[in-house]
């Protein structure tokens, strides 16, 4: 079994930044890639950013250039940072990490942290 604990959403005003985090416990082995996914009032989940085992990022371009996807060495905490926050960027942030690959992957998540955005 495997736990991801988010931490670090808050309310902010535009233009302000947060970090955060998210904590992997458990069984964890084969990871494929860890990320961030948002989930705005009325909207469907949505990929934030994601970075692989070997350290490729991707990031939706709506926040290209604002936020940054990092991880720690033993890829059992990975973080965002997120810089000129809008208040578009207001939702509930979910943390993932995909183990396996292809037909054998598994997505584990987190039970997410609020960001709130204020104009």
């Known amino acids: 079994q495997v736990q991801l604990v988010e931490s670090g959403g808050g309310l902010v005003q535009a233009g302000g930044s947060l970090r955060l985090s998210c904590a992997a416990s458990?069984?964890?082995?084969?990871?494929?890639?860890m990320g961030w996914y948002r989930q705005g009032p009325g909207k469907q989940r949505e990929l934030v950013a994601t970075?692989?085992?070997?350290?490729?990022?991707n990031y939706a371009d709506s926040v290209k250039g604002r936020f940054t996807i990092s991880r720690d060495n033993t890829k059992t905490t990975v973080y965002l940072q997120m810089n000129s926050l809008k208040p578009e960027d207001t939702a509930v942030y979910y943390c993932n990490y995909r183990m396996g690959w292809g037909g054998y992957s598994r997505d584990y998540w987190g039970q997410g942290t609020q960001v709130t955005v204020s104009s």
């Open positions: 458990g069984n964890i082995f084969n990871i494929n890639a």
């Open positions: 970075i692989t085992s070997d350290g490729n990022t």
